[in-house]
């Protein structure tokens, strides 16, 4: 394919016209490594050079030694690139890196998710039922000074907008410190750490995606999930329903047993209940129950598959394990029916480790040849 492409450079009052010959050639290329050689995706935390180090126009001293990508550009130290405050500052001016592309788009990701987690979490008007508000009728639902009105009053004080509610307050307390303590649910994790109102309500959702396989804590669920089978009130049942079904789908499906797939199936007897043979049936990953969903994923598949073999998690670098289970073959991102956002995200990033798999296989190659002339 040859293209001409003219530039006309306007420089005072001449005018200088550049003439731009390419020659463009496509092929398939069997080993995409073959051409483009990089470094393996992992850090290293290689000795400091300070030949490695320079100095670029703004003045700051800038040093190389960890760059474990190869690429096909001049060194730095030639090239001399300005650095920007902020992605605004960059403007239309600069080519950006993969690497500003990559956080632009989680940045907006983010905000997207926290939007509409922060609405579907406080209702919008009669277009949007709140999920506050579902939790609020089942508390109504629950029986007075019962535990049951005890655990739920707890979850929903996480608001600060609702006031201590009526209860067993000794209960309530002890439900809450429970839930404190363990930094893995209660902790608020990425941009949910942006706000406190977003540091709130991830405490008051995580409150109600604990899974327990307790004895005492299961009766209190299927007690809870009982009452909301039999509620002609509030039609909790369906609101329930709908809002596994939306983060099954904003994420991903549910890792363990959700108290939806307990009412399904009439189960509210703790006898009646088969932790093993349930999550078996619903090929969930964990025997465990809660009221609401935490989404799988699979990296967090192959690491609960590391742990049951006996792997000290805290001693491995998780990111490695994962990308060469991916090039192993141990892992597959492809994507299912049931597939939420969270894993299309992941399967758009499996031609970095497997180049071979993508339509990015195909190169381009392209010879430029520049004359000057007016």
């Not at 047993?257 to 509210?268: A, K, N, P, Y």
């Not at 994923?297 to 192959?302: H, V």
């Not at 998690?313 to 073959?329: K, P, R, Y």
Request: charged share 25%.
């Amino acid at each position: 394919m040859l293209v001409i492409l003219s530039v006309i450079l306007f420089s005072g009052c001449h005018r200088t016209v550049k003439v731009i010959k390419i020659e463009r050639e496509e092929q398939e290329v069997e080993n995409p490594l073959d051409f483009l050689q990089d470094d393996e995706v992992k850090i290293e935390n290689k000795k400091l050079n300070e030949e490695l180090t320079w100095e670029n126009e703004n003045g700051m001293l800038i040093n190389n030694t960890n760059l474990y990508m190869l690429l096909d550009a001049l060194p730095l130290e030639e090239t001399n690139p300005p650095l920007y405050a902020s992605y605004h500052d960059v403007g239309f001016g600069a080519l950006p890196s993969i690497e500003m592309v990559k956080a632009k788009s989680k940045y907006f990701n983010d905000r997207f998710y926290a939007t509409l987690d922060y609405t579907y979490i406080h209702g919008l008007g009669a277009f949007v039922h709140s999920i506050k508000g579902l939790f609020k009728d089942i508390y109504s639902l629950c029986p007075q000074n019962s535990d049951e009105q005890a655990f739920v009053a707890a979850g929903l004080e996480f608001l600060t907008e609702i006031k201590e509610l009526a209860g067993n307050r000794v209960m309530i307390n002890a439900f809450q410190k429970e839930f404190l303590v363990q930094a893995v649910y209660s902790k608020p994790l990425g941009f949910y750490n942006w706000t406190e109102e977003l540091q709130e309500l991830w405490r008051f959702m995580r409150y109600f995606q604990m899974q327990y396989s307790e004895k005492d804590k299961l009766t209190i669920l299927l007690s809870i999930g009982k009452l909301i089978h039999e509620d002609t009130l509030y039609n909790t049942e369906e609101r329930l329903k709908e809002v596994i079904y939306f983060y099954s789908h904003l994420t991903n499906p549910p890792n363990g047993i959700t108290l939806v797939d307990i009412i399904e199936r009439g189960i509210f007897r703790i006898d009646d209940l088969n932790l093993t043979a349930l999550s078996g049936e619903l090929n969930r990953s964990l025997p465990l129950v809660s009221l609401l969903s935490i989404s799988n994923s699979p990296e967090a598949l192959l690491f609960n598959k590391l742990n049951t073999r006996g792997v000290d998690l805290t001693t491995i670098d998780l990111m490695q394990v994962f990308i060469e289970a991916i090039q192993s073959g141990e892992v597959d991102l492809s994507l299912k029916p049931d597939s939420g956002w969270y894993d299309y995200m992941v399967y758009a990033l499996e031609t970095l480790v497997l180049p071979k798999r993508g339509p990015e296989n195909r190169r381009s190659f392209i010879r430029v040849i520049i004359k000057n002339g007016c």
